[in-house]
Nanobody, 114 residues
Framework: QLQASGGGLVQPGGSLRLSCVAS????????IGWYRHFPGEERELAAG???????NYADSVKGRFTFSRDNAKNTVYLQMNSVKPGDTAVYYC??????????WGQGTQVTVSS
């Protein structure tokens, strides 16, 4: 089970940090990260970490968003800096378990507007 939080309304150029707490050890997952869902579009990967050690970012967020993890707290974060109106979306954390199932958090709304 994944519990996401941290969304809200933020002005352009501002910052926001999303958190996702897993009910199991992060080491139970082969991949974990964040997707975002724009209205009327498919979800896109915003940032994700795989067990191979790579962190992938959407081109549109590179240099502005940072994925991090706290293994002791079973928590991953998405630090969003210099946000833009185009970042407005519902953000979902996800985790791919070693037994082959993908889990999703409940989604948290991020709205960038002045």
């Amino acid at each position: 089970q994944l519990q996401a939080s941290g969304g809200g309304l933020v002005q352009p150029g501002g910052s926001l940090r999303l958190s996702c707490v897993a009910s199991a050890s992060i080491f139970s997952f082969t991949a974990i990260g964040w997707y975002r869902h724009f209205p009327g579009e498919e979800r896109e990967l915003a940032a994700g970490f795989s067990s191979g050690g790579a962190t992938n970012y959407a081109d549109s967020v590179k240099g502005r968003f940072t994925f991090s993890r706290d293994n002791a707290k079973n928590t991953v974060y998405l630090q969003m800096n210099s946000v833009k109106p185009g970042d407005t979306a519902v953000y979902y954390c996800y985790a791919d378990a070693t037994w082959g199932r993908r889990y999703w958090g409940q989604g948290t709304q991020v709205t960038v507007s002045s």
